[in-house]
């Protein structure tokens, strides 16, 4: 991460300084991009927040719903312990531990599967914007956009992050109506 910022911030030092006589003529035109911010408010990404906060609401009522289960085999389990046979509560102790478990094993099951929409959703948004991104910096004439991320500094000026999420917010309920 420390090596790409480095190289990003190299790149514009060459751009700017070391561009020889040809970009004399020409002001430099730089923009960033707020990806975050773009994700928070886009229509989009307040969908993809709302899906994913759906399913791991779900999710969650599930592994408490097992939780519970589990809590009253525990309570079952130390009522009978003293009337049961050392076999039987052997047994019992292990089913309880396989159930244990099987709720970790599921947790990280759907946490995993969390990750996975997410990342196929916010891909999707991200491949969407970057294109809108190129298309603003072509008819913008903009020489370079960066991700906000790996500025230091940039005078809100240079911030077209708003325009990117009205042309993509435009895209998007385009695409919807489809």
Not at 22 to 28: I, R, S
Not at 62 to 73: D, F, N, P, V
Not at 167 to 172: H, I, R, T
């Amino acid at each position: 991460m420390r090596s790409a910022s480095k190289l990003i911030i190299l790149t514009v030092l060459v751009i700017f300084f070391g561009g020889g006589s040809g970009f004399c003529a020409d002001v430099a035109k730089v923009g960033v991009v707020e990806f975050q911010r773009l994700f928070e408010n886009s229509d989009a990404g307040k969908e993809i927040k709302e899906k994913i906060t759906t399913q791991g609401k779900k999710m969650e009522a599930e592994l408490k719903e097992k939780g519970a289960e589990i809590e009253e085999l525990k309570k079952r389990l130390e009522r009978e312990a003293l009337v049961m046979s050392k076999e039987m509560r052997e047994e019992k102790e292990r089913e309880f531990r396989i159930k244990v478990n099987d709720i970790k094993n599921l947790k990280n099951k759907y946490e995993m599967d969390l990750q996975g929409i997410q990342k196929k959703l916010m891909g999707g948004l991200q491949a969407a914007t970057l294109e809108i991104i190129k298309e603003i910096g072509k008819s913008g004439g903009y020489l370079l956009i960066m991700d906000k991320r790996g500025v230091l500094y940039s005078p809100s000026t240079i911030d077209i992050t708003d325009e990117v999420i009205k042309k993509y917010n435009a895209l998007y309920a385009k695409n919807k109506k489809k």
